[in-house]
T-cell receptor
Framework: DVKVTQSSRYLVKRTGEKVFLECVQD?????MFWYRQDPGLGLRLIYF???????EKGDIPEGYSVSREKKERFSLILESASTNQTSMYLC????????????FGDGTRLSIL | DQQVKQNSPSLSVQEGRISILNCDYT??????FLWYKKYPAEGPTFLIS?????DKNEDGRFTVFLNKSAKHLSLHIVPSQPGDSAVYFC???????????FGTGTRLQVFP
């Protein structure tokens, strides 16, 4: 079974802090994704990576950056957290160039005060 | 511009009856479609998919129908069970990219 692990289930940070969300997958997948889920807006793609050190912007990259130094690990960074970044953050991974579905972690509920 | 739309934010169905969740899309170039189910405090889990060259795919109690001319897909769950109560997301993908585009979700509640 594919396992996607997000380091924190719940996180509370303050406005202006630099926040790191970590994600690790154990299936040697090339692709990794970061989404945020908000009521009425569904899942929106923030960034994705199709290989180590490679990244592409998704639909809502503003205020975020990512890092992929190792194949199994994909980090989402909030450079200076703001209250409108309070959300559920979901990490996913998938094989490249197949129609195999993306596999998701359990999410991090981030609150910015 | 929302390329994948789920116009019903919620649906309530009695146990044992059929649940029908709907999804509309605008891009006729999508190659495949998926349904995910999400329980609170968990990540979405893959449920069922369908290629754009097919019009139906069935897996146990779950059937997905694709109407390409109407750019519409639906997920049928029969019979519905209380454990099916969750948020359901449809998603669309293309073979030239590994990204998916998700709908806004429909919350299904199955009551006894």
């Amino acid at each position: 079974d594919v396992k996607v692990t997000q380091s924190s289930r719940y996180l509370v940070k303050r406005t202006g802090e630099k926040v790191f969300l970590e994600c690790v997958q154990d299936m040697d997948h090339e692709n990794m994704f970061w989404y945020r889920q908000d009521p009425g807006l569904g899942l929106r793609l923030i960034y994705f990576s199709y290989d180590v050190k490679m990244k592409e912007k998704g639909d809502i990259p503003e205020g975020y950056s990512v890092s992929r130094e190792k194949k199994e690990r994909f980090s989402l960074i909030l450079e200076s957290a703001s209250t409108n970044q309070t959300s559920m953050y979901l990490c996913a991974s998938s094989d490249r160039a197949t129609t195999q579905p993306q596999h998701f972690g359990d999410g991090t509920r981030l609150s910015i005060l | 511009d929302q390329q994948v739309k789920q116009n019903s934010p919620s649906l309530s169905v009695q146990e044992g009856r059929i649940s029908i969740l709907n999804c509309d899309y605008t891009n006729s170039m999508f190659d495949y479609f998926l349904w995910y189910k999400k329980y609170p405090a968990e990540g979405p889990t893959f449920l069922i998919s369908i290629s754009s060259i097919k019009d139906k795919n069935e897996d146990g109690r779950f059937t997905v129908f694709l109407n390409k001319s109407a750019k519409h897909l639906s997920l049928h769950i029969v019979p519905s069970q209380p454990g099916d109560s969750a948020v359901y997301f449809c998603a669309s993908g293309s073979y030239n990219t590994d990204k998916l585009i998700f709908g806004t979700g429909t919350r299904l509640q199955v009551f006894p």
